[in-house]
């Protein structure tokens, strides 16, 4: 098993940044990716960004290019999002997922976090 606990969501301007951390725990041996998705209400979760441990690529949504930033702390088994130049319509519960995805923008993970708020004031 591996645990997932989020946290750094908050209420934030537009044009403001946020920091999502994702401490990961237990077998995470197992895992080859580690992503972050979010789901607005009313939606449907959608990617946002992912990293191959191993490889150390990343990938992002169109949506967030240039602005979102995922990164990795190996000592402290943790990943992180970087949110820049925030919007509205970023507003949604985030997610960090970790497992061994065949495609890292699908949901396709075995591990999930609980989830934490960011909400984008305009």
């Known amino acids: 098993q591996v645990q997932l606990v989020e946290s750094g969501g908050g209420l934030v301007q537009a044009g403001g940044s946020l920091r999502l951390s994702c401490a990961a725990s237990?077998?995470?041996?197992?895992?080859?990716?580690m992503g972050w998705f979010r789901q607005a209400p009313g939606k449907e979760r959608e990617f946002v960004a992912a990293?191959?441990?191993?490889?150390?690529?990343?990938y992002y949504t169109d949506s967030v290019k240039g602005r979102f930033s995922i990164s990795r702390d190996n000592a402290k088994n943790t990943v992180y999002l970087q949110m820049n130049s925030l919007k509205p319509e970023d507003t949604a519960v985030y997610y960090c997922?970790?497992?061994?995805?065949?495609?890292?923008?699908?949901?396709?993970?075995?591990?999930w976090g609980q989830g934490t708020q960011v909400t984008v004031s305009s």
């Open positions: 990293l191959r441990l191993s490889a150390g690529r990343t």
């Open positions: 237990g077998r995470t041996f197992r895992t080859s990716a």
């Open positions: 997922a970790a497992g061994d995805p065949v495609v890292v923008t699908t949901t396709l993970y075995g591990y």
